[in-house]
């Protein structure tokens, strides 16, 4: 997480971090031990990126993310410091195996509009 992001918006915003920990149910030496530590849970920084507006990635650093690409791996905390490993080539097999079966779907679908119009058709 890039702080001086969240920083500056911050100031932009003229919002303080007493402001925003009140606003996120947090102290003030809570949240910016998180934020120091790096250690807030996404459903925190969710709020943090609502309440200035902007979206969640709006955070992190290109760097950052080009050296995830590279490993293929991005690590995600969510909830109750449950972490996740997610290996992008799973992810995008698991697409392409849902886009092949949505594509399935979408030709029963039209197998059976075709069965309804020709029995339609018989009945009149």
């Known amino acids: ?64 993310n080009n050296i995830n690409d590279q490993q293929g791996i991005y690590q995600i905390t969510k909830g109750n410091n449950n972490r996740l490993n997610i290996n992008i080539t799973e992810c995008q097999h698991r697409l392409e195996l849902l886009q092949k079966e949505n594509e399935g779907l979408k030709k029963e679908i039209q197998a059976k509009d075709k069965i309804i119009k020709l029995l339609e058709n018989q009945k009149s």
Request: charged residues 25%; proline residues 2%.
């Open 1 to 64: 997480m890039n702080i001086s992001k969240l920083k500056n918006l911050l100031q932009e915003k003229k919002i303080t971090y007493e402001h925003l920990a009140s606003l996120i149910g947090m102290t003030r030496n809570g949240l910016s031990d998180a934020i120091n530590k790096e250690t807030l849970k996404i459903s925190t920084l969710e709020k943090i990126a609502n309440i200035v507006g902007v979206p969640v990635n709006y955070f992190f650093d290109d760097t950052i």
